[in-house]
């Protein structure tokens, strides 16, 4: 059983940063594709950014692009979110997810088995 435990949340000021961890157990890290969703109070959760397992490439959402940046490590069996420029909108509680298999799409919910706990951050204007 997979197992993910994040870390890094945390009140920011607009215009800050933060990085986010995910560590992974419980199944070889190199064989998992990862991924951050994230869910602000009364909507749904969203996907902000993929880590696919074979590390050649990341992807990321439209509206962080270029503030945002995800990251894996293998060796240490984590993926990273980090980030920059952060706005009031981006407030929300943050979801590490993993899957072993993709089956249709890598950027919605109900692709992934395996879930945090989830981190709050919190950026204040």
């Known amino acids: 059983q997979v197992q993910l435990v994040e870390s890094g949340g945390g009140l920011v000021q607009a215009g800050g940063s933060l990085r986010l961890s995910c560590t992974a157990s419980g199944h070889p890290f190199s064989q998992l594709h990862m991924a951050w969703f994230r869910q602000a109070p009364g909507k749904e959760r969203e996907w902000v950014a993929a880590?696919?397992?074979?590390?050649?490439?990341?992807l990321i959402e439209d509206s962080v692009r270029g503030r945002f940046t995800v990251s894996r490590d293998n060796a240490k069996n984590t993926v990273y979110l980090q980030m920059d420029s952060l706005k009031s909108e981006d407030t929300a509680v943050y979801y590490c997810?993993?899957?072993?298999?993709?089956?249709?799409?890598?950027?919605?919910?109900?692709?992934?088995?395996?879930w945090g706990q989830g981190t709050q951050v919190t950026v204040s204007s």
């Open positions: 880590a696919p397992w074979s590390g050649s490439h990341t």
């Open positions: 997810a993993a899957v072993r298999y993709y089956r249709r799409r890598y950027n919605t919910a109900d692709e992934y088995d395996y």
